[in-house]
Antibody, heavy 121, light 109 residues
Framework: EVQLVESGGGLVKPGGSLRLSCAAS????????MNWVRQAPGKGLEWVSS????????YYADSVKGRFTISRDNAKNSLYLQMNSLRAEDTAVYYC??????????????WGQGTLVTVSS | SYVLTQPPSVSVAPGKTARITCGGN??????VHWYQQKPGQAPVLVIY???DRPSGIPERFSGSNSGNTATLTISRVEAGDEADYYC????????????FGTGTKVTVL
């Protein structure tokens, strides 16, 4: 069974840092792109960042560019998101999602259960 | 950047058909994917590549995409279909990124 388990969320002050992790199991992690998607309380889904299977391609949403860094360790079947200079508007549930890339399109399947990040003083 | 617009809410009686639209400029030239999210749960893929269903998703869920509108159709709606639904595309512009629709809350009357 494919499983994605996020960890590392919590309460952090504005300007602070946090590192999220996503442990993957049940599939060949090194063969898939991986992603972070977030959802602010009561709001819709917002894509945050993506990393290709070998880390050759990395993309960020404009809202986090320069502050967040995505990385992966294929030997440990793990995905990470280093979040610096956090702002109140970064408060959200952060989901880890496996990427499926077929021809000219990409989608997410499956998703982890998410980890809550709260930025507040 | 590319924008996907969905109606905020759709209400439907049990056994009837719900149609959720996703509007975007020439969206018919892109592949659209749909997710279902129930309260307190992670999103689940229900349609990919405009109209394909992942294993385990009922045949009652179908999709179409043409022109400026993609549509998710839920036939013979059940109480368990009450959820938020999001469309999504991959925008392969000079700055590649994923785009989600604004989301639609489906209420079963």
């Amino acid at each position: 069974e494919v499983q994605l388990v996020e960890s590392g969320g919590g309460l952090v002050k504005p300007g602070g840092s946090l590192r999220l992790s996503c442990a993957a199991s049940g599939f060949t992690f090194s063969s898939y792109s991986m992603n972070w998607v977030r959802q602010a309380p009561g709001k819709g889904l917002e894509w945050v960042s993506s990393i290709s299977s070998s880390s050759s391609y990395i993309y960020y949403a404009d809202s986090v560019k320069g502050r967040f860094t995505i990385s992966r360790d294929n030997a440990k079947n793990s995905l990470y998101l280093q979040m610096n200079s956090l702002r109140a508007e970064d408060t959200a549930v952060y989901y880890c999602a496996r990427g499926v890339v077929v021809a000219a399109t990409h989608w997410f399947d499956p998703w982890g259960q998410g980890t809550l990040v709260t930025v507040s003083s | 950047s590319y924008v996907l617009t969905q109606p905020p809410s759709v209400s439907v009686a049990p056994g009837k058909t719900a149609r959720i639209t996703c509007g975007g400029n020439n969206i018919g030239s892109k592949s659209v994917h749909w997710y279902q999210q129930k309260p307190g749960q992670a999103p689940v893929l229900v349609i990919y590549y405009d109209s394909d269903r992942p294993s385990g998703i009922p045949e009652r869920f179908s999709g179409s995409n043409s022109g400026n509108t993609a549509t998710l159709t839920i036939s013979r709606v059940e109480a368990g279909d009450e959820a938020d639904y999001y469309c999504q595309v991959w925008d392969s512009s000079s700055d590649p990124h994923y785009v989600f629709g604004t989301g639609t809350k489906v209420t079963v009357l």
